[in-house]
Structures are given as C-alpha cells and as structure tokens.
C-alpha cells in the first residue's frame, strides 16, 4: 500500500492533465511504484520511474491479455489484437501487420508523404491562421493509414470520432458515447470486411480479411481488433507527436529557430519531442498473472499495472537536464514507443511523419506564432494519449 495516498488527489484532475510533469517528479522521489484508484474504479499501480518501467515493460509475468484477465466473454471487441495479449497469440497477430510497416518500406513512402504535408499546406496558403489539429497534424496521419489499409479517407472524421472516443475512455460517465461509438465503428467494419470479400485489392485490410477467411490466421474478433487498432494506433500517435512537438517549438523559439536554421537535425529533434512531451502518456493495463513481489511492493495477482511513460521519460536520474527541452540531444533510450515485445509496430512511421511534417511546416511558415496562452489550451482527457484537442496558430 502507498504510504502516500494523501496526494492521489493530484493525479487525474484538470490540473494533472494541463501539466502532469510536477506531480510525476514528486512521485518518482517519494512514491515510485504507487497504489492509486483508476479513473474506471480499479485499484492498481502507476510506474514512474524509468529503470522500474522497463523492467515492467519486459517482464511477462505482467499479462497484457485481457481475455485471460476478465474471460472469454469480454466483450470490448477492440482487445482482440497484439496489444492486449501475450505470446504465442502476441507473435501471430503481429506476424501478420508488422510486413507492412518494415523501415524500409516505411522509408519508401518518403516521397508520397512529403507529397501529402505539401499539399495540405498548399490549401493553406491563403490563410494567415490555422488550427494546427484539424488542418494539418490530424489528416496528415490518417490519409497514410487509410491508403496502408485501403478504407475510404471520405470517412476520416468518422475514425477521427470513432478514435477520440474509444480512446477518451476512461470513466463511467464514458460509458454510454463509448458504446455508442463502438458499435458504429464496427459495423462499419464489418461491412467493410464484406466489400473486400467480394472484391479484394493488394491493402493491408484485405490481406487480413484473406487470412482469416483461411481459417487458420485470424478469428472474425482478432479481425475486428486488429484492423480497429492499427485505424486508432496508426493516427493518433503521430497526431500528438505533430501537435506536441510543433507545441514545443513554440514554446522555446531559440529551438525553433535552430531548426529552422539546421533542418537537418530534425532527426533529433523528433526523438527529443518525443521524450519532453511524449503523445502516449501511460501505456495500456498490465495485470499481474501471479502474486509478485516487486522492489518492496506486493503486487497482487489480478492487479492492474500501469507505466507512466512520460513520468519515465523525464526521470532525472536517466536523462541529463531532464526537463529541459533540447534538439542537440543525442538519440536518447526514450519510451514513447514501449519496450519489450509490445514496442510500437507503427514507430518507424510515426517519425517518418513527423519529421516530415514538422520540417515542412517550418520551411513554409517559419514565422509561425502561438495565437493563444499556452495555458489556455485544453488537452485531452484519458489515460492513454497525450495531446492538445486545438493549437490555433499564426502562420504569417
């Protein structure tokens, strides 16, 4: 039991989710390894430093399986993919997507991407200001997984909708949008998977859908799990990586402008703003499979186990100058992706994208302005993603 459960006020309120940073330094000095009350109503653990949430990220003794959890009549449909389960099931629903996301083939789209942020700033250039979310940072990433998949991009604002709430889930008071949202999206699914059948084409979706139909790859849930994520994963990673890193410039203009004056360290760069400002703030349950005891706690079999991987990315005893935000940092061991077999399938092309997007946004707009306080902005509720939900910018 935490010896500080005095202060769990401070996680999960508006305050926590403007800037979590503060509350997450206080943890990892006093209560590293910290019993809390989940929004959801669960008790479980928060990991928060950096060494104690890799050694969480590779132990498998912490089950990412939730059928295993909860039983075969779990009935969230989207839990059904490599996410949320553990080897061999783990191995064999990756096998099947990890072909399409190979650096190489992920570095043969440079140009097609390019291409895209070019042109979604071309639309831009009578504007004088922009919602960097809805104009730039949200459909860059989405037209990349919609072609990858092969579903219509006519329907982004509906996987935009469908995303936002599945992965704003967190409360009760969720629960009713939630359902709701998910059973739009799967029937959209389903009716999908029903045109590919008939008339299959060279995408991801329908290579799936021919594995399944084999009867030997995928079942009709893992079909519907996994395509649903990489639609989910395959945008809102870079989304918040985009919306945050561009935030981070902002707010320190001499960054800014040595970007802008060295583009080629936009590498670097983007590996710094996903270690100052991560866009996945915790990563997805954990239970422990047995009782373990783990660095002076006792974890209960059951209990749900949670790193907080922006908190481990900002540890001061990992990161020199952790808080500082520097793109002439070297390649830093940042978690923003996980560790361990769970590592995030889509990395390569998240920083494909948002190096791009980044390096272009700046090229064309380098003037570009903040148009409000920083701390007027509002960020997104729920435990998963972290990200601003608008950046209203100056461009010229």
Aim: glycine content about 6%.
């Amino acid at each position: 039991m935490s010896t500080n459960e005095t202060s769990q006020p401070e996680l999960f309120t508006r305050e926590f989710t403007q800037n979590p940073y503060p509350v997450y330094e206080k943890l990892r000095q006093t209560d590293p390894i910290y019993r809390v009350l989940f929004p959801h109503g669960d008790f479980g653990w928060i990991i928060s430093r950096y060494e104690d949430a890799v050694e969480v990220l590779k132990d498998n003794r912490f089950s990412k399986d939730v059928v295993k959890r909860y039983g075969p009549d779990q009935q969230n449909i989207f839990v059904h993919n490599m996410l949320f389960s553990d080897p061999p099931d783990h191995r064999r629903l990756r096998g099947l997507v990890q072909k399409a996301f190979t650096p190489r083939l992920i570095e043969g789209m440079r140009s097609h991407i390019q291409d895209i942020a070019d042109d979604l700033l071309d639309n831009l250039n009578s504007q004088d200001k922009m919602n960097l979310i809805d104009e730039f940072a949200f459909p860059l990433p989405i037209i990349v997984i919609s072609e990858i998949l092969g579903v219509p991009l006519e329907d982004q604002d509906k996987f935009r909708l469908w995303s936002n709430s599945i992965i704003d889930a967190t409360s009760s008071e969720h629960a009713e949008v939630f359902e709701k949202h998910a059973k739009e999206f799967i029937d959209y699914l389903n009716n999908w998977f029903a045109k590919v059948r008939e008339q299959p084409g060279d995408d991801l979706i329908s290579q799936l859908v021919v594995a399944e139909d084999s009867g030997e790859q995928l079942t009709e849930k893992e079909l519907l799990g996994v395509v649903a994520l990489l639609i989910i994963a395959g945008h809102e990673t870079t989304v918040n990586l985009i919306g945050n890193g561009v935030l981070a410039l902002l707010e320190h203009p001499e960054q800014r402008d040595l970007l802008i004056k060295k583009p080629e360290l936009i590498h670097n760069a983007v590996e710094e703003m996903l270690r100052y400002n991560g866009p996945v703030e915790f990563s997805t349950s954990r239970w422990a499979s047995e009782d373990i005891e783990f660095h002076g706690h006792h974890i209960a079999e059951g209990e749900i186990v949670i790193v907080a991987l922006d908190s481990a990315n900002r540890d001061e005893e990992k990161f020199k100058d952790a808080d500082v935000f520097d793109i002439t940092r070297e390649k830093s061991a940042h978690l923003a992706f996980g560790k361990g077999i769970h590592l995030c399938l889509g990395a390569p092309l998240a920083r494909l994208e948002g190096e791009i997007a980044i390096n272009t946004l700046l090229r064309r707009f380098p003037d570009m302005q903040l148009q409000t306080d920083v701390n007027e902005l509002e960020w997104r509720p729920g435990m998963i993603v972290r990200g601003v939900k608008e950046i209203p910018v100056q461009l010229k």
